[in-house]
Each structure stands twice: as structure tokens, then as C-alpha cells.
């Protein structure tokens, strides 16, 4: 299952983390990547990596039913959240909320402002539009009902040991709970549920209860400003993709298969590189989403994966997005997933470059990156002119995409950038924990559930399920988790009901199904084990491979088969070459004398029909000659003499 939460989790001081299988309470908040925690257990003080640090789940918490998906709610619901958040946006702004500016507010909105404090308190806790959105009547699956008593019981010992200057822990509002209300004989409510209360209390209320009000200033009030100018880590990134000047490899042949192309993103105060995606498909909305989500989550996994040392510390969700104008990068799922982020995707409007200019100059910067790898192509065909690109490749596109990252954490984010006078990381840990002249925004949240953001910025489809299960481009997928849902109807329509299905383009051999059950997602894979893994790329590539061919209404064999003899092609030519090279080195290291003669070859007669018919070369025409069509090579050679002359 993938995808149970959509929140966001903040290191700060008093906040309970995990680390390495131990539970520590925030103390300090050392630099943008560093924390001092104390270990629960041991009560001994330690320095503690940001990037190494998850949330506090409780056991069963997993349990509880996962949000709704983004693209499962109707325009009319979310235009309702959408008009829920206008009304409410003056005052999340604003740092200290009078009661009389809530009334005003549920005025013009026409709910009580008893409504207008329940929107305020569902945002504030999630910070979705979704979380506005009206909730469809009956419980939820995973809903746990208590008494007034027990809700009161939990929230009065909250507020005596948690929120106060005394600093209680979690355990000792537990403690606390279970006293009253034997006292008050009273059934005891799970310490789970205890912990999920406090969890629910907004991080900048805890700071300032307990005594901390620098620290919840100086963490949750940040200096918020408005495109163009950014004044704090995340407050606008830009967007956008190029063609990489470089030809990559296939994995396995290590044939040169083409250029990839690179979406980038960058935070215009910092310009620290946020996120990007390589990929063999032309740029569109999906590589936005993809690499947008990479911007949101931290980076630890992915360095890891590339095998790249170094810290990459950007993460959070960002106010603007400026992206391109190009129709091909707006998508339903794309605009939507912003939206619930509270992302405010803006496309550059034509005729104003100077809005895309800071990264532009990291694009240049990529392709210097490019000029010095093997395979390279050069901006234009007159540097390329005697480079054999393709023959001088060597590459795999993970290779690049490893590279790449390599150089931005280890070398571009570590000089020196003329536009700013300083390093991308001394500003961006200038942004985040201050400095001498402006006070920084703190360390932006986390997601807790990185798996759940990517699904949300990956693209979708609706499909029935079959007996077969689904099909998408041709290919199945099939898994038990579908059988219940075999031709089942929508009551609304009557009609075959569809569920919707996410996929990443650079693996189509898994999908992810969302189960309306309990509105988590399962990994289903093909249907046809036996088929390789490969990116839709790949398969839209066998697509085409088939259309050239001339065959119409292909089908998942046909398609696969085609992907094999493409690949089988790949190695045949590959082992010819490595035979024929072989042979050339064994002949090489032969004595003189040992080496085979070349094979007699019987004697042919080449015609140069030029000079066949040049009277000035052998006068008239014989007699005995003959005609032999259009085939020149038939015809016997008349032997002539040559004189070269100096």
C-alpha cells in the first residue's frame, strides 16, 4: 500500500523525531541540516543529520483511512474548497487573528464564524485546499469516535502539561489522561490517540504555549514577498527543459540511443537547484510534476540510489512555480496537484525572457556541464563538424543523470555565484537559519509520506477493470487486489465504473491502482511477468517500429516482441563488432610469416563506362562490342595504359 498522507512534518524545537529505531525531542536547530535532539531513552544530548529524521508513527495510525485522491474530487467540490481558501486566505496572512476579523470575514463568506474558525483549523493543520473541501456524509472508514467527556478529559491535560511553560512531554499528557478519567471512571482512550492530539496542534501555537515565541517567530512568521521579488528559500522557483547536448547509451548494449532531454528547476533567492528530471520523452506537464515533487522531497534516498556523496538540502513546498507557456506543460493532474499544495503555478507570458532568466543561466551552465562528456553534440553542427558524436558516446542515461546531480551538489551549489556573491548553499543556509543582517524562515516542513507527493504529480488515467484486470497503452496489468472491483457499475451512471490508475513513464512495468476502499494506493504490475521492464518511451518507440511496418491494431505481443527484436538487434550488431575487432587483434599479434595469405580472388574486369565511350582514349568502337544493359560491373574491362606526369 502507497500513499496513506499528504502531511507535512516540521523540525523544531519540542518536536518529537525518530532516528535510526530512537525517539529524540528536538532541542535546538543547528544550521539548515543539523539539529541538537535529546535521546528519550538515554537523556544524553546529540547532533543529529535533518535528512536522517522521520516523524513519530504510531503503530496503528496506518490504519486509519487515507485522504481522497486529488483527481477523485469533482470540479464543483473543489471549486467549493477553492472558495473556502479565498475567504479564508486574508487571514491565514496575517500573524495575529482577532476574533472581529473572523466575524467580518464570515460575513461576507455567509457561514457563522464558528464555520469560518473550522476552515481555518482544518488548512492550518494539512495546508491542502482538499482539507476545505465538504466531507461527504457518513463517518469515514478508520474513524474513531470518543465521548465529549474523553475529548475534554484530552484536551484539558493537554493544556495543562503540554501547553504550558512547563514543557511536558507527550507521555506526560498520557500519564495525565489516564489518571482523570479513571478518576473520573471514564473508559481510557489509546495513548495513540493522545499523541495524535497533539500532534494536530499547529507547530507555531505548541512554540508559543511553551514559552518559545522567538522560536515560533522566528520559524513560522517568515518574510513572505511577491514574484519577482524572492526574498526567502522557496518563495519562487523557475522552471524549464532543454535538449542535452550530449547522446547517451542503452544500459545494456551501450549503443548510443539518442538525446535525452533535462528539466531543471532553481530557487531564484538562493539558486540552489531545486529538483530536475532526465528523461528520453520531449518535455512536458509530467516532467513539470516529476520534478517538481523531487523538489518538494528531501534528497537523502535519491543521492543514494544515484550513489552521489553530498548534501542536497532543499525540500518544502514553494509558493510560485514560473514554468513555460507551451500548452503541452498544462495538465489537469499538474494544475490541480498545485493547487491542494497551495503552489501558485504561473506561465511565463511571450515577450518577457527577463522573467526566466535565472534559469536560463543555469541552462547555460548545463551545457557547459555537457561540453566536456564523451558524446557530445555542441550547440550547433559547425563546433560538431569531424566529432563523430555517436561513436565517441558512452554514457547511460542513469550515468548522466548521476553526473549531473554529482557536479550540482559537489561543485555548482559550492562556488561562488556571481548574481548573489556567495555559494547557492551559504545563501540558501543564510535563508534558512538567518544571518547577522535579516533573520531566517526556519527549516521548511517535510513531507511525511514522500511516496504520496510523487503519486500526486504523476500523471493518471481511469480505467475499467476487466477480468483481465486493466490495460494501458496496450499492455495489461493484472493483480488480486482488483477482483472486487471485475465489471462493477457506478451507481450514479449505471455505467462501468472506472478507478483511477497512476504510472510512472520511466518504468510502466508497475502501476499504481487506487483502492476506493480505502483510498490507498497498490502496486500492480503486468499482467505477463515475463515482460522486461521498460519506459513508455521505449514502448512508444516499438509503437512506431510496428507503424512503420505497416501493421494496424497491434497488440501487447506484438509490441513486446518487437521491444525484444530491437534489443536482440542492438546485441547482434554489438557482439559482430566485438568479433570482428577480436579477429583484427589476433591477426595483429601473428609473426609475418604465420599470417594467412589472403584468399585468391578469380579475375574480374571492372568497366568505366566513361571511358569506354571516350574515342579520344581507344578510337571506334570494336567490333566485338557488346551491350549489357544496365549492369556495369557485366561488361569486361579494355585495359589501357596511364602515364603520370609531373
Known amino acids: 500500500m502507497l500513499g496513506p498522507s499528504r502531511k507535512f512534518y516540521s523540525v523544531a524545537p519540542g518536536v518529537e523525531v525518530s532516528c535510526e529505531g530512537r525517539r529524540y525531542v528536538v532541542t535546538h536547530v543547528m544550521t539548515h541540516s543539523s539539529v541538537l535532539a535529546k535521546d528519550l531513552g538515554t537523556g544524553e544530548s546529540k547532533t543529529l543529520r535533518v535528512e536522517m529524521l522521520t516523524p513519530i508513527v504510531e503503530a496503528d495510525s496506518t490504519q486509519e483511512q487515507a485522504e481522497r485522491d486529488l483527481a477523485l474530487y469533482s470540479d464543483e467540490e473543489w471549486a467549493e474548497g477553492q472558495r473556502r481558501l479565498f475567504f479564508i486566505k486574508p487571514l491565514l496572512e496575517k500573524p495575529v487573528r482577532y476574533r472581529a476579523d473572523v466575524e467580518e470575514v464570515a460575513k461576507v463568506a455567509g457561514v457563522h464564524f464558528t464555520t469560518l474558525y473550522k476552515w481555518l483549523r482544518a488548512f492550518l493543520l494539512s495546508g491542502h485546499v482538499s482539507s476545505l473541501v465538504p466531507a461527504k456524509a457518513g463517518p469515514r472508514t478508520g474513524t474513531r469516535m470518543l465521548s465529549a467527556e474523553q475529548e475534554s478529559v484530552i484536551q484539558s491535560a493537554i493544556d495543562d502539561k503540554y501547553l504550558s511553560e512547563d514543557r511536558g512531554t507527550a507521555q506526560d499528557v498520557v500519564d495525565e489522561v489516564k489518571r482523570r478519567c479513571r478518576r473520573m471512571k471514564l473508559k481510557v482512550p489509546s495513548h495513540i490517540t493522545v499523541r495524535a492530539r497533539i500532534r494536530d496542534i499547529p507547530k507555531a501555537t505548541a512554540l508559543r504555549k511553551r514559552g518559545l515565541r522567538d522560536e515560533a517567530r522566528d520559524q513560522y512568521q517568515p518574510l513572505r514577498g511577491s514574484f519577482p521579488n524572492a526574498n526567502h528559500p522557496y518563495s519562487v522557483i523557475q522552471i524549464d527543459h532543454t535538449p542535452a547536448n550530449v547522446i547517451v547509451v542503452d544500459e545494456v548494449s551501450r549503443l ?17 537547484v531545486a529538483g530536475l528530471y532526465l528523461s528520453m520523452d520531449p518535455p512536458s506537464s509530467v516532467a513539470v510534476g516529476i520534478c517538481l515533487s523531487q523538489a518538494i522531497c528531501q534528497k537523502r534516498e535519491y543521492l543514494a540510489y544515484l550513489g552521489v556523496t553530498g548534501e542536497w538540502p532543499a525540500w518544502g513546498v514553494m509558493g510560485k512555480v514560473h514554468s513555460d507557456n507551451a500548452k503541452e506543460f498544462r495538465s489537469r493532474a499538474l494544475s490541480r496537484a498545485c493547487e491542494d499544495y497551495q503552489i501558485d503555478l504561473q506561465y511565463r507570458m511571450k515577450k518577457t525572457p527577463h522573467y526566466g532568466g535565472h534559469i536560463e543561466r543555469l541552462m547555460g551552465t548545463a551545457a557547459r556541464i555537457f561540453l566536456g562528456l564523451p558524446g557530445k553534440t555542441f550547440s550547433n553542427p559547425k563546433e560538431r563538424k569531424g566529432y563523430d558524436s555517436e561513436a565517441k558516446a558512452a554514457m547511460t542515461l542513469k550515468e548522466l543523470e548521476a553526473y549531473l546531480v554529482d557536479y550540482i ?51 493518471y488515467e481511469e480505467r475499467t477493470i476487466q477480468r483481465y484486470g486493466y490495460q494501458l497503452d496496450n499492455v495489461h496489468y493484472y493483480d488480486r487486489v482488483l477482483d472486487p472491483y471485475i465489471n462493477s457499475v457506478d451507481p450514479k451512471t449505471k455505467q462501468k465504473a472506472k478507478y483511477l490508475i497512476r504510472r510512472d513513464p520511466r518504468d510502466i512495468s508497475v502501476t499504481y491502482f487506487l483502492d476506493p476502499a480505502d483510498n490507498r494506493y497498490t502496486a500492480v504490475k503486468y499482467r505477463n511477468v515475463a515482460h522486461p521492464a521498460i519506459s513508455l518511451w521505449e514502448l512508444n518507440a516499438a509503437a512506431s517500429r510496428l507503424k512503420e511496418e505497416g501493421l494496424k491494431g497491434v497488440d501487447e505481443d506484438q509490441l513486446f516482441d518487437t521491444v525484444d527484436r530491437l534489443r536482440q538487434r542492438v546485441d547482434d550488431a554489438l557482439n559482430a563488432t566485438k568479433s570482428a575487432k577480436a579477429a583484427r587483434r589476433s591477426a595483429a599479434r601473428r609473426p609475418p610469416g604465420t599470417r594467412p595469405a589472403p584468399a585468391k580472388q578469380p579475375a574480374r574486369t571492372v568497366a568505366v563506362p566513361s571511358a569506354a565511350n571516350d574515342e579520344s582514349i581507344h578510337g571506334q568502337k570494336g567490333a566485338n562490342d557488346q551491350s549489357f544493359g544496365d549492369d556495369p560491373f557485366a561488361e569486361p574491362i579494355t585495359p589501357f595504359s596511364v602515364s603520370l606526369k609531373r
Open 256 to 272: 548510443p540511443i539518442g538525446r535525452p532531454y533535462l528539466t531543471l528547476a532553481i530557487d531564484v533567492r538562493t539558486r540552489m
Open 409 to 459: 551538489v559537489n561543485k555548482y551549489h559550492k562556488n561562488i555565484h556571481s548574481g548573489i556573491g556567495m555559494t547557492p548553499l551559504v545563501a540558501w543556509e543564510r535563508g534558512i537559519s538567518g544571518s547577522d543582517k535579516e533573520p531566517g524562515i526556519g527549516l521548511l516542513p517535510a513531507p511525511e509520506d514522500p511516496a504520496r507527493v510523487q503519486l500526486d504529480f504523476m500523471p
